[in-house]
């Protein structure tokens, strides 16, 4: 038994015989201020090698992991291939996983330079990072069809942010 006062972390190796197996299981128990048990997450590995500790950072790995594919089938087109060869499937997701890396790289580099250091881990959404390209392909278009190209820099700095526009996290 491992933890702090706001939880108790529990393991054991343990046949079980549904999976017909050996499996270290975790048991993590969050506690009130009472210390009484408020909620609890049970963890399993195949691994009995692994710590709970490890075990704890994998699944927390393997969320953040999934918050990638669920990005790359909304916002950068995962899905959308209809391709049959194998080359140029592993082509399709490599774009669709390098268009989010070029994301959230601008994101990062952005934040970055409003604090004048290096960004600390960042929430964003790619939804918003579309919408910000969006409307600036349209801003551009309209100040371009209107002639007036050279003033779209005055609307990126402009204090009103029109180019953030139904951007959720502005």
Known sequence: MSGDKHERVWTRVVWAPHYKRVLRVVVIENLDEKGKVKSHVVLCSTDTTLSAERIRALYSARFQ????????????????????????????????????????????????????????????????????????????????NLALEQRFEELEHHPSRPLDLGVKAA
């Open 65 to 144: 992991l999934e918050f990638v594919f669920r990005d790359a089938k909304q916002f950068a087109g995962l899905t959308t291939c209809q391709l049959r060869s194998s080359q140029g499937l592993e082509n399709h997701w490599n774009a669709a996983f390098f268009a989010l890396s070029v994301g959230r790289a601008e994101m990062l580099l952005e934040a970055s330079g409003l604090q004048g250091r290096p960004a600390p881990a960042l929430r964003f959404s790619y939804e918003d990072i579309k919408r910000r390209a969006f409307n600036r392909l349209f801003a551009r278009r309209i100040l371009s």
